[in-house]
């Protein structure tokens, strides 16, 4: 059986795009980013932790992130996420590449029916 309508897969690149994004207004735990993302969208989208963990992993490996040990709100012991210079460049280049792809697809879809 397909997913939900509502529950569609994010293009290539959205999920980085939106955790450089937030992680640039301050650093954040995993799920305080998962419920960050849910939050600022108006429920529109929402983050799978299988696919976030996984995610912030080649963030690390490439750089775009540092992690450090700290404690969640709830006192647990957690991993928490920063930009680093590397990251802020690669947000923007992200961002460029999301506005040239959104104004693409805007076009196409304001032309007319023939």
Do not use: C, N
């Not at 980085?16 to 301050?26: A, D, G, Q, T, Y």
């Not at 012991?77 to 805007?106: C, D, H, N, W």
Request: hydrophobic letters at 40%; aromatic letters at 6%; zero cysteines.
């Amino acid at each position: 059986m397909g997913k939900a309508a509502q529950h569609r897969d994010l293009f290539a690149g959205a999920l980085e795009l939106m955790v450089l994004h937030s992680l640039r207004i301050k650093p954040m735990h995993g799920y305080a980013l998962v419920k960050h993302i849910q939050q600022v969208s108006d429920d529109l989208l929402q983050i799978e932790e299988g696919s976030l963990y996984p995610a912030l992993q080649r963030m690390l490996r490439e750089g775009w992130l540092e992690a450090e040990e700290g404690v969640s709100a709830k006192g647990r012991p957690t991993r928490i996420y920063r930009l680093t210079k590397s990251g802020v460049k690669r947000l923007e280049q992200e961002k460029s590449s999301f506005e040239k792809m959104f104004a693409g697809i805007t076009r196409v879809l304001a032309v007319a029916k023939a």
